[in-house]
């Protein structure tokens, strides 16, 4: 039986946040906090693609346990602890649960993440969905062409075809991703907009209007010539997975772009550049 690598680790109720902000940027997938009678918490998270010992080594002295868990039952398991989440104009419902009253009047958007990252609950998905929201209203993105590197569930790609991009394509180096990408789209009747492909983001060509990455800082740095050769002038570039002390770091890495805004939530941050619009005339004279 197929088995994935998790990490337990209890932590005081105050810290569990920082904790599993910390799981999920080294990689976890999930992570579900389960109420020990001490008032502690104890959090545990799945790891699919990596070995989380050096994650349980940063967390020392805390008590953790890592551990094989049976593959479909981990997928199953942090179900019964998802919960619709609002960001900006958007109600993120999970694919399985009915559609809260509060979600009246909101773009319903209808997840089910599977193994891939984004069923909308971490700060870093809410605020790229914040920032997404807040660009259609000031400036529109109907009829754009729209990039989503490393689209995870597809979450974002779903959201820029909800507000109206004519085009969105989405790419990931994880084919569960893919997988995931191409049923959120149905499940949320904008398959006909959004093609997938399972590659690296150095790998894609075109230029687009919009592009949205939800990746690690270091990702971000990586793939920061690329995503400025992806982008048209004048185009929006939203940028999150990034800690507030990793900004400057990342704004740097994207010396050709301008930061036109900046959104923050429980230490993480969002960051939306602009592309500069390239007269003919620079350079010289006609």
């Known amino acids: 039986m197929n088995a ?3 990490l337990s680790v209890d932590v005081e109720a105050d810290e569990k946040d920082h904790i599993s902000a910390l799981l999920w940027s080294h990689g976890a997938n999930a992570v579900v906090e389960i109420a020990l009678e001490d008032g502690r918490v104890r959090l545990v998270a799945g790891f699919p693609s990596r070995d989380p010992s050096r994650v349980a080594e940063a967390l020392a002295p805390r008590p953790t346990d890592v551990f094989d868990a049976a593959w479909h039952g981990w997928l199953e398991a942090w179900k019964p602890f998802a919960r619709p989440v609002r960001a900006g104009s958007f109600a993120v419902v999970p ?3 009915e559609v809260p009253s509060w979600a009246d009047g909101l773009l319903l958007l209808r997840i089910d993440a599977g193994t891939a990252f984004g069923q909308g609950s971490h700060p870093t998905t809410r605020l790229a969905l914040e920032a997404l929201d807040a660009l259609a209203v ?6 754009s062409i729209v990039l989503d590197a490393g689209c995870g569930s597809g979450i974002l790609s779903v959201a ?3 507000l109206g991009a004519a085009r969105v394509e989405a790419v990931d180096v994880d084919p569960a991703a893919a997988s995931a990408t191409e049923r959120n ?3 949320n009747g904008v398959s006909d907009r959004i093609t997938v ?4 983001v150095a790998l894609v060509d075109g230029r687009f209007d919009l592009i ?6 270091g990702e971000l740095v990586r793939l920061a010539e690329h995503l400025e050769r992806l982008l048209l002038p004048g185009g929006h570039l939203i940028v ?3 800690r507030a002390s990793q900004a400057d770091r990342v704004v740097r890495a994207f010396r050709g772009l301008r930061v036109e805004e900046e959104r923050d939530s429980e230490g993480w941050t969002a960051l939306t550049f602009v592309a500069p619009f390239h007269s003919c005339l620079e350079g010289g004279s006609l």
Not at 138 to 143: L, N, P, T, V
Not at 212 to 217: E, F, H, S
């Open 240 to 242: 999150s997975g990034l």
């Open 138 to 143: 000031a400036q529109g993105i109907r009829g």
């Open 4 to 6: 994935i690598k998790c």
């Open 160 to 162: 820029a075809a909800v």
């Open 95 to 97: 694919a399985w649960q």
């Open 185 to 187: 789209a149905a499940s």
């Open 197 to 200: 492909r399972t590659c690296d």
């Open 212 to 217: 949205l990455a939800n990746l690690l800082a």
